[in-house]
Each structure stands twice: as structure tokens, then as C-alpha cells.
């Protein structure tokens, strides 16, 4: 008897565990690049990131063998190429002239993962390509920038980036991309 009653305190601490992990904290859309997080833990705003359009230019993937380059623009639409008023774009390295978009401003929008987070996902319409952006908190004192993936075999239609910023944490504030590294 004595073994039993010491049986369902573990049991019940890895279901209030795995309970957390199901209640991961959404956020709600409050502009194109920001959100605020339903549990109160601040606002997410990349807009302080925004410094020229695109913001990020001709990132290279690092999927092989992804032999294309992506310019990224979390809250401003840019142009490049054939690819018109959108938020991520990819260009052909070995054709200069192909362009492809990834989805919009309009499109934007926050969802929680339980594996890494919140994605800030664009939908291109109506190609309904995909651009999914992982947004990584880190420090000021951390590395910053963004990774591209790249299109995944499995997924050629889906683009995937990773962004490690201080805008990606909530409560940042206007200051956040302001680098000290």
C-alpha cells in the first residue's frame, strides 16, 4: 500500500508536465511583426530590427543541396526581382533571373511550437508557398542573425528560417536591436 501512494505523485507531476507543454503560451497578432504573448509576458516586436528593405539580403541556406538565396523583411514589404510588395523572397544563385515569393506582410502570422517556440509563418498566394520563421530569444550579448535552412526535400514549397534576436523575446522593447557584441 505504502509504494502505491508514492506511485501517483510522479504520475501526476509528468501529466502536469506534459500538460504545460500542450498550454504552450500563444501569441496574438497586434501588427504585421508583432504580437502580444496570452500568458502576460510582454509584446514581441521585430519592427526595431527593420535598418534598410530587406533587412536581410541574399542569406544563403544551409540545406544541401539548396542552391538559392533568400532576402527576409519581418515588418516592411520590399521588392526584388519578380518578386513584388512581399516579406521573404528567394533568388536562383545560378539564374539570376528567377525569383520565387514566399508570402507577405498579410499573410503573417504567429504560432506556437512546442519544439522551438513561436514561428512567425507567410503564405504566398496563390503559389501558397511557405515562409516560416522560428523566433529565438537570446541575449544582447549573444550571436544575432538570421540562419536560412532553406527548402527541406520533404517540403520544396516551404521555406524555413531561424532568427536569434532580443526582438524575439517578449518584453524586449523598442532598444532590442541594439547590438553590445
Known amino acids: 500500500m505504502y509504494g502505491k501512494k508514492h506511485f501517483y505523485l510522479p504520475v501526476a507531476v509528468l501529466f502536469l508536465a506534459a500538460l504545460q507543454l500542450c498550454l504552450a503560451a500563444s501569441c496574438v497578432k497586434t501588427g504585421p511583426c508583432s504580437c502580444k504573448m496570452d500568458d502576460d509576458s510582454g509584446v ?6 527593420v535598418n534598410e528593405s530587406p533587412t536581410y539580403k541574399d542569406i544563403h541556406a544551409t540545406y544541401f ?10 515588418c516592411v514589404p520590399f521588392s526584388e526581382g519578380s518578386c513584388k510588395n ?30 522551438v517556440g513561436l514561428v512567425l509563418g507567410y ?12 523566433l529565438w530569444c537570446v541575449e544582447k550579448n549573444q550571436p544575432q542573425n538570421l540562419t536560412v535552412l532553406g527548402r527541406h526535400p520533404m517540403w520544396p514549397n516551404t521555406i524555413i528560417m531561424a532568427l536569434f ?12 536591436a541594439d547590438a553590445t557584441t
Open 123 to 134: 503564405v504566398d498566394s496563390p503559389s501558397y508557398r511557405v515562409g516560416a520563421v522560428e
Open 44 to 49: 514581441i516586436d521585430l519592427s526595431p530590427l
Open 65 to 74: 543541396p539548396d542552391t538559392w538565396v533568400y532576402s527576409y523583411n519581418p
Open 86 to 115: 512581399v516579406s521573404v523572397c528567394a533568388k536562383a544563385r545560378l539564374n539570376h533571373s528567377k525569383y520565387e515569393s514566399y508570402g507577405t506582410q498579410e499573410s503573417a502570422e504567429f504560432k506556437s511550437d512546442t519544439d
Open 165 to 176: 534576436s532580443p526582438c524575439c523575446c517578449p518584453g524586449a522593447g523598442p532598444n532590442c
